[in-house]
């Protein structure tokens, strides 16, 4: 029974806030690989194109939510992303054809474009201070939880509860569903194909007759579509605020780094490595080590290897790991 | 036109832009942007050696901003007694036992051959050392919190004078950099970027959550300064005689006078580091290290050892970055971590350093100048501009209200603007290299 207790326990406090953290991370992270992979940059702005598609989602929802249309249990912001992420489609490829072509066709280095993506960010990030403020925004609705801590209790007898909020079971579906979407779209497609040759080998694929600007003008939708995704996913489990988004920039570029920069694979084992170890050195083990250890041994401290403060200094210190150890990451990324 | 004139007179804009807000606002105000202008000056210098100089892409000037900030507390500060009778030997022991742990899994590392043992070696000395110094640190920081949380509640400084804060800030900063330097130098030039992107982040964790070292989100305030009190020289009779000879009120007088103190003090240390900077750039030395910028390969191959310099250039302009930290809180009075935002200590210097002109370190001190009054005008200027375009609308407009209380955000707007037009229409900035 103590060990059902702890099983319990680990999978409430630990296994599903970081599998749900994990699979935002990975969408933010996808995205940071693909502009990688094929327009060969490390993007700063990608917190706040995430910030951005979140907050034309966030808007939209309130617009729904004004005119009475709901989506039964489940969040009303579901309906209003498809509309975030042509908003934020719209912006990027504004941002792509008024800033980044010049630069493409300089063929400027590499460190250029991530300064001119600084701008960018500079950009992005008034911008959405400027339309919906630096505060924190909550949008989410519709049923709370799908599993609630005392109905499983009651159900199974144990006396520790299992909570499955109903932003978490989305966030895992949608994830599911959107990296499926993306493998079979670069794998089966002819454009996909066309992607992934142009990350390859630039000149052969110029040489096949692939036209660049396509590419170029697919990925930054991608993005678009990847960012907005990862945004309101992370707003509806947390919440909306343009700063944390600018944060999450560490999280993302760690776990794209740990995996390989430009492998989409390695982006979002990635994302879990980073989201796992974050939960799990954060988490205060008290409660489970007491179901586990004998009479008599149980910790008498919280058991928290790091306070949550410090959930950055985890995920820096495995990408620092990972970089020393194996630059190109765990997944042989490229190097630009 | 001629290069020299061209240079004078863009100074002289920025020189008169700031007597306008004087004449305009208030003296006090264009002072203010002076004081901040030339510290910012000096950070940029620190970051033009090492972006202009050498090609490093350095994202994490904001910590060593806050860690010449830091510097200043724990050098000028009075030390607490009681704290360090309660638990300041365990906590610097516990610190001490950190480290050794560390250098102890280094050494295994280096020492032992490539196998599962050297593996399981450092994992057992990593753990093993982690939750011995938890247990030896722990305890101590406890009893170091427990000492009058509300009025101090950490270890305090050394009390010695304040200036000489300055170039112990430069030392803590030249510090960190060496550790990240000898880990991150060396990968590619992204991988710096996040490093040092991260690294910034952790210092400023440190700094709100270790309150036993600078009390942490509940700031230290008063820190001694360099310069008298206003209220101090306003008790002083021969003070408000002199200043009534100039027919100055005594108030206005002190402030003023306390804030010119301040500019000539920057204006020292920043003449003094624009000259080094100047004499390394046109020195056998600043000539290599342009050379390994420009062609790392070709440097290598005349024998210059690539790491070891960037990792020279890189130490030193963190250092200078440092001193800069320590002058801003040394003239705030106050060490508030909760105020460090990246967009404002990171990423807007290096707007100053393209808009001025990399490489050039006249250009990274009028770059620093400008932008920093543009960081602070812009706001009047765009609540200004606003309040015309909607003066149309009827005030209890919701659009024309929201519009007016957002006017505060056009700044980064602003910034992000000029960055992608000098980026684009001028990428050698201002004033370029020559």
């Known amino acids: 029974m103590d060990l059902l207790n702890a099983i319990v326990a680990i999978a409430n406090y630990v296994l599903v806030p970081a599998i749900s953290y994990g699979s935002q991370l990975a969408l933010g992270a996808l995205g940071v690989t693909l502009i990688y992979g094929i327009l060969r940059f490390s993007n700063f702005a990608h917190g706040d194109t995430m910030a951005f598609g979140t907050m034309v989602t966030v808007l939209v929802t309130w617009w729904f939510q004004s005119l009475g249309v709901s989506f039964g249990p489940l969040p009303t912001a579901l309906l209003a992303l498809p509309l975030g992420i042509l908003g934020c489609m719209a912006l990027l490829l504004v941002t792509d054809r008024a800033v980044y072509r010049f630069y493409r066709q300089q063929k400027a280095k590499p460190v250029i474009l991530v300064i001119v993506s600084m701008g960018v960010m500079f950009i992005m990030n ?66 996909g194909k066309s992607m992934r040759a142009y990350s390859d080998n630039e000149d052969l694929a110029l040489l096949s007759g692939i036209n660049p600007e396509r590419v170029v003008l697919y990925t930054w939708m991608i993005v678009a579509a990847l960012a907005t995704i990862a945004g309101v996913l992370y707003g509806l489990d947390k919440s909306f605020k343009p700063f944390v988004y600018f944060q999450l920039l560490l999280p993302i570029f760690a776990s794209a780094i740990v995996g390989g920069l430009g492998n989409p694979i390695g982006a979002i084992a990635g994302g879990f490595i980073i989201a796992f170890s974050e939960v799990t050195i954060t988490y205060a083990w008290k409660k489970v080590l007491g179901y586990l250890m004998p009479e008599g041994l149980q910790p008498e401290g919280l058991v928290q290897l790091l306070s949550t403060d410090y959930k950055f200094a985890v995920s820096f210190v495995i990408l620092l790991i990972v970089l020393l150890f194996r630059p190109t990451g765990l997944f042989r990324g490229k190097a630009v | 036109m001629n290069e020299t004139v061209k240079n004078v007179g ?386 209890a407009n919701p659009l024309k209200q929201h519009l007016l209380d957002s006017a505060a955000h056009m700044r980064l707007l602003t910034m992000g603007v000029i960055l992608l037009l000098v980026l684009r229409f001028s990428p050698r900035g201002l004033i370029p290299e020559k």
């Open chain 1, 126 to 191: 008034g911008l959405v201070r400027f339309i919906i403020g630096p505060d924190d925004q909550r949008f989410s609705d519709g049923a709370r939880f799908i599993i609630k801590a005392r109905e499983f209790k009651q159900a199974t007898g144990l006396s520790e509860g299992l909570a499955i909020k109903t932003t978490q079971g989305i966030t895992i579906v949608t994830a599911v569903v959107v990296v499926a979407l993306l493998f079979w779209f670069l794998n089966r497609t002819r454009t």
């Open chain 2, 10 to 395: 863009l100074f002289a804009l920025v020189g008169a832009l700031i007597l306008i807000t004087g004449f305009m606002q208030s003296w006090n105000t264009a002072i203010l942007i002076l004081n901040m202008g030339l510290i910012s000056a000096i950070m940029s210098i620190g970051v033009n050696l090492q972006w202009g100089f050498a090609g490093l892409f350095n994202v994490g000037i904001m910590g060593f901003v806050a860690l010449g900030g830091l510097a200043v507390v724990l050098t000028s500060m009075p030390p607490v007694t009681e704290a360090w009778a309660a638990g300041g030997l365990r906590v610097l022991s516990g610190l001490l036992l950190g480290a050794a742990t560390i250098a102890a899994a280094v050494i295994a590392h280096r020492k032992m051959r490539p196998g599962r043992t050297r593996g399981v070696v450092m994992i057992v000395i990593l753990v093993g050392g982690f939750f011995l110094y938890r247990a030896v640190f722990d305890p101590g920081v406890e009893a170091v919190e427990a000492v009058n949380p509300a009025g101090t509640g950490y270890l305090g400084g050394l009390g010695l004078p304040v200036l000489l804060a300055w170039p112990v800030g430069g030392l803590l900063a030249a510090g960190a950099a060496w550790l990240i330097g000898k880990t991150a130098l060396g990968l590619r030039s992204d991988y710096l970027a996040i490093a040092t992107l991260g690294i910034a982040e952790i210092i400023i964790a440190v700094l709100k959550n270790e309150d036993w070292l600078a009390r942490g989100v509940k700031n230290v305030v008063g820190l001694p300064r360099p310069l008298p009190y206003e209220i101090e020289l306003q008790n002083d009779p021969a003070f408000v005689a002199r200043v009534a000879g100039f027919g100055l009120d005594p108030v206005t007088a002190s402030t003023l006078y306390v804030k010119l103190g301040y500019s000539v003090l920057f204006t020292v240390v920043l003449l003094i580091l624009l000259w080094m900077a100047q004499m390394a750039l046109k020195s056998p030395w600043g000539r290599m290290m342009r050379a390994i910028r420009d062609n790392e390969v070709a440097a290598e191959a005349m024998g210059k050892d690539v790491t070891a310099r960037h990792l020279q250039i890189f130490v030193l302009g963190s250092a200078i970055v440092g001193i800069a930290g320590a002058m801003m809180t040394t003239l705030d009075g106050q060490l508030t971590p909760g105020t460090y935002q990246p967009l404002r200590f990171t990423f807007l210097i290096w707007v100053m350093v393209i808009v001025g002109g990399s490489g050039n370190n006249f250009g990274a001190v009028l770059g620093a100048m400008l932008i920093w009054f543009l960081w602070v005008q812009v706001e009047p200027i765009g609540l200004w501009l606003l309040q015309v375009l909607t003066s149309g609308m009827a005030d």
